[in-house]
């Protein structure tokens, strides 16, 4: 959530954030917009996807003899100051901003696949919509997330970072 309230401080995405009503200042607000937005839009196919796979996960993790909990339950504690996001609350705000988010996994990126794309259109799996900025964040398996601050806003055609860009952010 941090690194979401970070990336949203830059000028093209607080500009693009601002033209459609939106403002992502403080890292707990966010986390009850983003779970409000799951809420409203739970009857959304895709959220009923994203449910149904976190619902097999949980169901993974009870076979292996491991805690689990349901939805409701995840979405409740999403808001407690201190629960970590994972990978549903990463899309779920990538939904929720409507803006693609490129995960550079730190303990596997190679130069064929510097990034694992989201998308942020709750309506298509689209990635890379010209115009949009797009929120980059690092990723260590399991162990954090990292804001990734490029030195300039050099974007490409798609509006997706470019290579030496993520380059130079990695560097």
Same mark, same amino acid.
């Given at each position: 959530?941090?690194? *979401?309230?970070?990336q949203c401080q830059r000028t093209v995405v607080r500009e693009e954030l601002r033209r459609r009503g939106k403002s992502?200042?403080?890292?707990?607000?966010?986390?009850?917009?983003?779970?409000?937005? =799951?809420?409203?839009? %739970?009857?959304? $196919?895709?959220?009923?996807?994203?449910?149904?796979?976190?619902?097999?996960?949980? !169901?993974?993790?009870?076979?292996?003899?491991?805690?689990? %909990?349901?939805?409701? *339950?995840?979405? /409740?504690?999403?808001?407690?100051? !201190?629960?970590?996001?994972?990978?549903?609350?990463?899309? /779920?705000? /990538?939904?929720?901003?409507?803006?693609? =988010?490129?995960?550079? *996994?730190?303990?596997?990126?190679?130069?064929?696949?510097?990034?694992? $794309? =989201?998308?942020?259109? =709750?309506?298509?799996?689209?990635? !890379?919509?010209?115009? %949009?900025?797009?929120?980059?964040?690092?990723? *260590?398996?399991d162990q954090h997330y990292q804001s990734l601050l490029l030195s300039e806003e050099e974007l490409s055609v798609s509006?997706? $970072?470019?290579?030496? /860009?993520?380059?130079?952010?990695? %560097?």
């Open positions: 959530s941090h690194s *979401i309230v970070q992502v200042t403080d890292y707990m607000t966010l986390k009850k917009e983003v779970r409000q937005f =799951i809420l409203d839009n %739970r009857d959304h $196919p895709r959220v009923k996807d994203m449910k149904l796979n976190y619902e097999q996960k949980q !169901g993974q993790l009870a076979q292996e003899g491991q805690l689990t %909990r349901g939805w409701s *339950i995840y979405w /409740a504690d999403m808001l407690k100051n !201190g629960e970590w996001a994972d990978d549903t609350f990463v899309q /779920a705000t /990538a939904f929720f901003l409507n803006l693609d =988010i490129f995960l550079v *996994i730190a303990d596997s990126a190679t130069y064929t696949q510097l990034f694992h $794309p =989201i998308s942020g259109d =709750i309506n298509s799996d689209r990635v !890379g919509s010209p115009g %949009r900025p797009t929120l980059l964040i690092g990723y *260590i398996s509006g997706c $970072p470019t290579s030496q /860009a993520v380059d130079d952010a990695l %560097r």
